[in-house]
């Protein structure tokens, strides 16, 4: 096998042929060293992965790898029936877990970890069959007869998590146990489904982005062409209406000519994200414009404001456009992930800050709701609003939850937040571009030389920035930095130039000779304002959201006076008040709402709901009889 000997250690690395407005920095060239982030991924290193593991023990998913190797002979286990049967694709979630744990002891090793990862892979490796193929559900309960059910069996889909694991394994630690693994389970899959095998193609997408992946890290074209050939053998009718139509796996219309998103929104993303990697590859514009048409639309009217996608729970599909009611949001936190994921590919394709943008506002509020402070608890659902009088009723409560039997969110989440840094800025030819804030170190290569930065910042509680240069090349160098859309006043100096303002410009940016101590200074104004809704989102018409910079807030019980119900708060139109809020995190701010049932209210950020006292919540307040703000 021709490993590739740059191991950028990030999910995404398109080869050196592809067509990129930018190239992306891994693991090892941005580092986070305090603040908001720094403390976030603490807890999901310290407590949400170690948690990942004795829940993915205590559920026997791993036990079922015992099973599949013929190390047990008890039952397969699962929490979770589809079809009178066990859920068939909760291999993935050991996968998952497994990209986690790879980006993070790449980051720095951790023995307990790295224990528990050793214990899975070799699980994984002795429950392959000799032919290549693994999956655990099909081995123990289907007699081991493969793709039998590719409308369901989440067979392809679960391959592709292993294959991204191995991916992280690879890039971050230089380690090809599941990499071995991955390519054989691959060839299996060609075999039988490429090119020169039956048609068909999975009901969950995934595998497609993926295989995009492994032909990065192993440069064997073999894969970009399966990655393209299972992406176009869709919406042609192999999968069919089922349940709840084609459109609920992505089978209605061929990915070049689809007009908007469709659908269950994860698989949606999911594929599209692989379209983007393959058309990336494959220089072809025509399949990366059908994908930005997608996201341009499913961004204008599909949307949540916390980035949430999904409104309907039947079939956890989008919506009809506008169709965005707040109690009823499914708004899966898979979604939301699968969102930045293809937001970031559409990011580096295109170079368009708009794409950044809604990274930002998806992981702040979207994701990061879906974790609890204490990184240990999670929700699947993640609905704008709990109403007082069905807490604890019908889809979803106001608590978190330890696991669930379907788990794809928890472990989600963790490698998403394990390779967090690698989405904060990339490269270009001649210059560095930061896309989100968090205090960090950032070493890039520009030409033959190398661009140290070091970025301070409070943010996302204050809209302070200043980036310092701590070594930079003999030649002029380009340092861009996005100015959010949400910024209404944005302030930019660099390098000893007088203050300017460059509200609205999308970017900052300096071309010069550095020196070392050259600084960079930003004030993008996070002051709190009131967001009023679209007028075709008539399930909220008539109220109006508290933000502040990146961040969605709500109004939870827990902050009510005694005897108010959530339902009974309409706000007025004075100007939202900051308040302290170290409860919620070191800095965190909260926003004081008028309100006429009682003087006041206080909102608190959105990702932050649901850690006290089960209660109601609403993003979306109504307002004052008289007084709407404009
Ligand atoms: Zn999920």
Same mark, same amino acid.
């Given at each position: 096998?021709?490993?590739? #000997?740059?191991?950028?250690?990030?999910?995404? @690395?398109?080869?050196?042929g592809?067509?990129?407005?930018?190239r992306?920095?891994?693991?090892?060239?941005?580092?986070?060293?305090?603040?908001?982030?720094?403390?976030?991924?603490?807890?999901?290193?310290?407590?949400?992965?170690?948690?990942?593991?004795?829940?993915?023990?205590?559920?026997?998913?791993?036990?079922?790898?015992?099973?599949?190797?013929?190390?047990?002979?008890?039952?397969?286990?699962?929490?979770?029936?589809?079809?009178?049967?066990?859920?068939?694709?909760?291999?993935?979630?050991?996968?998952?877990?497994?990209e $986690?744990?790879?980006?993070?002891?790449?980051? #720095?090793?951790?023995?307990?970890?790295?224990? =528990?990862?050793?214990?899975?892979?070799?699980?994984?490796?002795? =429950?392959?069959?000799?032919?290549?193929?693994?999956?655990?559900?099909v081995?123990v309960?289907?007699?081991?007869?493969?793709?039998a059910?590719?409308?369901?069996?989440?067979?392809?889909?679960?391959?592709?998590?292993?294959?991204?694991?191995?991916?992280?394994?690879?890039?971050?630690?230089?380690?090809?146990?599941?990499?071995?693994?991955?390519?054989?389970?691959?060839?299996?899959?060609?075999?039988?489904?490429?090119?020169?095998?039956?048609?068909?193609?999975?009901?969950?997408p995934?595998?497609?982005?993926?295989?995009?992946? /492994?032909y990065?890290?192993?440069?064997?074209?073999r894969?970009?062409?399966?990655?393209?050939?299972l992406?176009?053998s869709?919406?042609?009718?192999?999968?069919?209406?089922?349940?709840?139509?084609?459109?609920?796996?992505?089978?209605?219309a061929?990915?070049?000519?689809?007009?908007?998103?469709?659908?269950?929104?994860?698989?949606?993303?999911?594929?599209?994200?692989?379209?983007?990697?393959?058309?990336?590859?494959?220089?072809?514009?025509?399949?990366?414009?059908?994908v930005?048409?997608?996201?341009?639309?499913?961004?204008?009217?599909?949307?949540? *404001?916390?980035?949430?996608?999904?409104?309907?729970?039947?079939?956890?599909?989008?919506?009809?456009?506008?169709?965005?009611?707040?109690?009823?949001?499914y708004?899966?936190?898979?979604?939301?992930?699968?969102?930045?994921?293809?937001?970031?590919?559409?990011?580096?394709?295109t170079?368009?800050?708009?794409h950044?943008?809604?990274?930002?506002?998806?992981?702040?509020?979207?994701? *990061?709701?879906?974790?609890?402070?204490?990184?240990?608890?999670?929700?699947?659902?993640?609905?704008?609003?709990?109403?007082?009088?069905?807490?604890?009723?019908?889809?979803?409560?106001?608590?978190?939850?330890?696991?669930?039997p379907?788990?794809?969110?928890?472990?989600?989440?963790?490698?998403?937040?394990?390779?967090?840094?690698?989405?904060?800025?990339?490269?270009?030819?001649?210059?560095?571009?930061?896309?989100?804030? =968090?205090?960090s170190?950032?070493?890039?290569?520009?030409?033959?030389?190398?661009?140290r930065?070091?970025?301070?910042?409070?943010?996302?509680?204050?809209?302070?920035?200043?980036? #310092?240069?701590?070594? @930079?090349?003999?030649?002029?160098?380009?340092?861009?930095?996005?100015?959010?859309?949400?910024?209404?006043? $944005?302030?930019?100096?660099?390098?000893?130039?007088?203050?300017?303002?460059?509200?609205?410009?999308?970017? =900052?940016?300096?071309?010069?000779?550095?020196?070392?101590?050259?600084?960079?200074?930003?004030? /993008?104004?996070?002051?709190?304002?009131?967001?009023?809704?679209?007028?075709?989102?008539?399930?909220?018409?008539?109220?109006?959201?508290?933000?502040?910079?990146? *961040?969605?807030?709500?109004?939870?019980? $827990?902050?009510?006076?005694?005897?108010?119900?959530?339902?009974?708060?309409?706000?007025?139109?004075?100007?939202?008040?900051?308040?302290?809020?170290?409860?919620?995190a070191?800095? $965190?701010?909260?926003?004081?709402?008028?309100?006429?049932?009682?003087?006041?209210?206080?909102?608190?950020?959105?990702?932050?709901?649901?850690?006290?006292?089960?209660?109601?919540?609403?993003?979306?307040?109504?307002?004052?009889?008289?007084e709407?703000?404009?």
């Amino acid at each position: 096998m021709a490993i590739q #000997t740059n191991r950028l250690a990030a999910p995404v @690395a398109p080869s050196n042929g592809a067509v990129t407005a930018f190239r992306p920095l891994g693991l090892r060239e941005v580092r986070l060293t305090d603040g908001f982030w720094a403390d976030r991924l603490r807890v999901n290193r310290e407590r949400s992965i170690p948690h990942g593991y004795a829940q993915l023990q205590a559920t026997g998913t791993l036990h079922n790898f015992r099973l599949a190797a013929d190390l047990a002979t008890d039952g397969y286990r699962a929490l979770g029936m589809m079809f009178d049967g066990p859920f068939p694709f909760l291999d993935s979630d050991v996968y998952k877990w497994l990209e $986690a744990t790879g980006w993070e002891l790449g980051r #720095t090793w951790d023995d307990d970890i790295g224990n =528990a990862a050793d214990e899975a892979i070799d699980l994984v490796a002795r =429950a392959q069959r000799d032919d290549g193929y693994l999956n655990t559900f099909v081995q123990v309960l289907k007699g081991g007869r493969t793709y039998a059910d590719l409308h369901w069996g989440h067979e392809l889909y679960c391959f592709g998590h292993l294959i991204q694991a191995a991916v992280a394994w690879h890039r971050a630690l230089g380690d090809d146990r599941l990499l071995g693994i991955a390519t054989r389970a691959a060839s299996h899959v060609d075999a039988a489904l490429g090119p020169r095998g039956r048609p068909g193609i999975d009901g969950h997408p995934g595998i497609e982005m993926a295989l995009v992946e /492994l032909y990065r890290v192993t440069g064997e074209e073999r894969w970009l062409r399966l990655a393209s050939h299972l992406l176009e053998s869709r919406g042609r009718g192999l999968l069919g209406q089922a349940r709840f139509g084609a459109a609920y796996w992505q089978d209605h219309a061929p990915i070049r000519s689809a007009p908007s998103v469709a659908g269950h929104a994860v698989r949606q993303l999911y594929l599209d994200s692989g379209a983007v990697d393959v058309a990336v590859e494959l220089g072809d514009e025509e399949l990366l414009e059908a994908v930005c048409r997608r996201w341009r639309d499913m961004v204008a009217t599909r949307s949540y *404001l916390t980035g949430g996608l999904g409104s309907r729970h039947r079939d956890e599909a989008f919506g009809d456009p506008y169709e965005l009611p707040p109690d009823r949001a499914y708004a899966e936190t898979c979604a939301a992930i699968a969102s930045v994921m293809l937001s970031w590919r559409l990011l580096l394709a295109t170079g368009d800050p708009e794409h950044a943008d809604v990274i930002e506002r998806t992981i702040l509020n979207g994701v *990061l709701a879906g974790v609890g402070l204490d990184g240990v608890s999670f929700s699947y659902e993640n609905p704008l609003q709990r109403r007082t009088h069905r807490v604890a009723e019908e889809d979803g409560t106001t608590e978190r939850s330890p696991w669930f039997p379907c788990a794809c969110c928890p472990p989600n989440l963790m490698r998403t937040f394990a390779s967090w840094p690698a989405y904060l800025a990339t490269t270009a030819s001649g210059g560095v571009t930061i896309h989100q804030y =968090a205090s960090s170190e950032i070493e890039a290569p520009v030409g033959s030389a190398t661009l140290r930065l070091s970025m301070a910042t409070d943010y996302p509680w204050s809209g302070r920035v200043v980036v #310092t240069v701590d070594e @930079a090349p003999d030649a002029p160098v380009r340092v861009a930095v996005r100015v959010p859309e949400w910024s209404i006043s $944005a302030i930019a100096s660099g390098a000893g130039e007088p203050p300017h303002d460059v509200t609205g410009r999308r970017m =900052a940016e300096w071309t010069r000779r550095w020196q070392a101590g050259d600084r960079i200074e930003l004030d /993008l104004g996070v002051v709190p304002r009131v967001t009023v809704p679209d007028r075709r989102i008539d399930a909220v018409r008539g109220c109006v959201a508290a933000e502040r910079g990146p *961040l969605v807030y709500c109004i939870e019980a $827990a902050d009510m006076p005694p005897g108010l119900e959530l339902e009974d708060v309409r706000v007025g139109s004075p100007q939202p008040r900051e308040v302290e809020r170290s409860d919620i995190a070191p800095g $965190a701010i909260g926003i004081r709402l008028a309100a006429t049932a009682s003087d006041e209210v206080d909102a608190i950020p959105y990702f932050a709901w649901a850690n006290r006292r089960p209660g109601a919540m609403r993003v979306w307040v109504p307002t004052g009889d008289a007084e709407v703000p404009a």
